[in-house]
């Protein structure tokens, strides 16, 4: 076993930039798109109708003291054209007194940029309006000012437990998306070792050798899971201690979650190996399973967005479906080792179960 | 014919052929429903129950905040006037007229329930959220809506497990809040007043286009991305070929290596068109995509599918030649991992492009899948040729580069290894 692990090892010390780059273009992936997603929504703005610029960017400051979206004021014409290639969802035309906006198609996806340009025109406009017919207009917005500063009422939110309210943050949602499915790839193109070594002939050789198949298997599979759990390690590692994300002070159960997401993994690639003939075939369903997983377990939009009962049971089958809520939990919600049984059961049935089926099949076909 | 050979063996190899091909069918069909309601918007969707406590007593909270205003005494015509106002204004009869709000009830349904019941069908998901009134909540907030006294009330919130729907609600309810608050600030709740101008405000479309479904959403935004698995996987088979020494009796029957290529190239641009629109029409008949289209609107469409699929082509000689050059089939595999993750995000495969960060877009109109996309999109709303010009340019472009480096990389003669 130590021997078919060496033997591996020896491999990748040869000639070790395929495995290096794949893990670096994974974690750089990882961080580029997890750190951008931190980012607020931007929506066009641009003056219609003659608007003079000094207004225009005046309802841009009032836009965006809401702080909810941002709101860059560009040209009417490249505005108009984001929009109409689909690369924009809609720009908002700004007028003295009044504002439009402007989409592609009604899209009532839309509807919450509409609350908000409402809101601040018609506050703004009642605001001017009430100024105006007071007696002195100075005063009675320094009054406002004031009267806003302590509003009569407001709005509590707390979790059902009385605590606060779990944010789900979606930038550290995405980071664990985006590691969990890069590892796929990394482990997935080590145990494609197998397949290659059962193509070029080396299989035969081996089992021709005093090895015992067990210990081949095994060998290829430490092999495996020993390089997905470094790409997990160091990408997690990177994320807290380089970058700063905040994915909790529980390194230590993350990486458990990991090792036993790997193994899972490691079992699937198994199970894939017995599906396919050549190792290039490996690759490309690999690649083409491995890009649905996120999609099915929902990885890339908030929870809650997939209730579809179907799509839901689809995705218990997919190991990253499980490994994701685990990693969340820890990161977001304290789990402790109570909440964290049912996913790292599931993920532990998904491993022994693919992996049996998956050895089956392999022998099955040398014979 | 290199083409036929390279066909054959896209032929020979179904099970990838039949992944490649229904694959992103079933993960249309599969997204297509998980988003349909989110992405139209519909209600239906984010239909859900909130349970609503009340722990206040309106009318006494009105009764006792008439008491303290009697106690102030304060000039006759100001407290029966502030007196009259706590009738009118009192924020709970507010908050009922929002929630019993056409608009409102469309999503929400407001179901009373005592506090015990209401934390039960939250902990059973029965209630996406409870909002509570607690004791006081009347009295307080009338002195600090009419006296202009601190303090003030608050409503409570308790939030469930789908943050999806508490959104939504939550949006409510601070709209509701926040309107209360400024009415107060403009000193409306004090003296009856004459509503002002409003801005007319609304929406201008650019089209009579139906907003897009999520069906139409997804079988472009699948159909771009897996169209890109075609260029990876024909690297892939090349380099089998390289592997099974069939590329050495290629050159040993005297044939130049670039009709290899050529080969490659034609054999992924045939597959690229063939998924594409093996995908339209098959979404078209189980979604309805294009109902009552003239048969000129498929003739486009079919033209953007070759466009892009000579893009696919380009890939697919660029991969295989820098699988040969590198003698392994790591190029192939980065590309069909990493970059068509990268391109299918920034191009807006995962969600749409207008949802990204501005800089991913700003990737995405680089990307073929991108391009593409918004080709897709601009013919489908029928917009003319002229607003195409671009996109379609830029598409034509990425395949002669992709081609040209492909050639130029393409080692022509075999070292001996």
Known sequence: ?367 | MFVWKDLLLFWRDRKGLVLLLLMPFLMILILGFAMKGLMEGSPEALRMKAALVVEDDEASGIERFRTELRRRSLPEAAESALAASAEQASPYTLLKRMMENEEVGKFVEFVPMDAETAHTALESGEVKAVLTVPPEFTYKALVGMLLGEDGGAALRLTAGESPVHVDVLQGMLNGFVRSLNFRTALGEYGRPDAEPALAAGGVESMTDAKPMNSFLYFTLAMSVMFVLFVAGTTAAKAFAELRGRVFDRVLLADRHPLRFLGGKAGAAFCVAWLQLTLLFVLSHLAFGLFPGRPFSFWLGLSAINAVLSIGVGGFAALLTALNFRFRSSTASSMFSSIAVTVMALAGGSFTPASLLPDWVMQIGVWTPNGLAISLYTLWIQGFAAVDMAPSLLKLAAFAVLTLTAGIYLFPARRRVA
């Open chain 1, 1 to 367: 076993m130590i021997a078919v692990f060496l033997a591996q090892w020896q491999k990748e010390k040869r000639s070790p930039y395929a495995i290096l780059l794949f893990i670096a273009l994974g974690i750089m992936l990882t961080i580029v798109f997890g750190m951008g997603a931190a980012k607020k929504m931007s929506y066009a703005v641009y003056a219609g109708d003659g608007l003079e610029a000094p207004q225009a960017a005046e309802w841009v400051r009032l836009l965006n003291r809401e702080g909810k979206f941002e709101f860059r004021l560009i040209e009417e014409e490249r505005a108009l054209r984001d929009v109409r290639e689909g690369r924009a969802e809609l720009a908002v035309k700004l007028m003295a007194e009044d504002y439009r906006i402007v989409m592609a198609a009604d899209n009532p996806a839309n509807r919450e940029v509409e609350e908000l340009v409402r809101t601040v025109y018609n506050e703004e406009l009642q605001l001017r309006a009430a100024a105006a017919s007071a007696d002195d207009p100075q005063q009675y917005l320094e009054d406002v000012e004031r009267r806003l500063r302590q509003p009569p009422l407001a709005l509590e939110i707390e979790a059902a437990d009385g605590g606060e309210p779990v944010r789900n943050d979606m930038s550290l949602q995405l980071l664990f998306a985006f590691t969990l499915y890069t590892v796929i790839m990394t482990v997935g193109y080590k145990v494609n070792a197998v397949m290659e070594e059962r193509s070029s002939g080396v299989w035969d050789r081996m089992i021709l050798s005093p090895l015992r198949k067990t210990e081949i298997y095994l060998g290829h599979m430490g092999y495996s899971f020993c390089i997905g759990m470094t790409h997990i390690a160091v990408a997690l590692a990177l994320f807290r201690y380089v970058f700063g994300f905040p994915i909790g002070d529980r390194y230590g159960m993350l990486l458990v979650v990991a090792a036993i997401y790997t193994i899972a993994l490691v079992a699937v690639g198994m199970l894939l190996t017995g599906l396919t003939r050549t190792p290039e075939q490996f690759g490309i369903v690999l690649q083409i399973a491995a890009a649905a997983m996120p999609l099915l377990g929902g990885a890339y939009w908030p929870p809650g967005t997939v209730t579809n009962p179907i799509i839901l049971a689809v995705s218990e089958f997919v190991p990253l479906t499980h490994a994701m809520e685990a990693m969340k939990g820890i990161a977001l919600q304290q789990y402790g080792p109570a909440e964290l049984a049912a996913p790292l059961a599931k993920l532990l049935l998904i491993a022994v179960l693919c992996m049996g089926v998956g050895i089956n099949m392999v022998e099955r076909r040398s014979h």
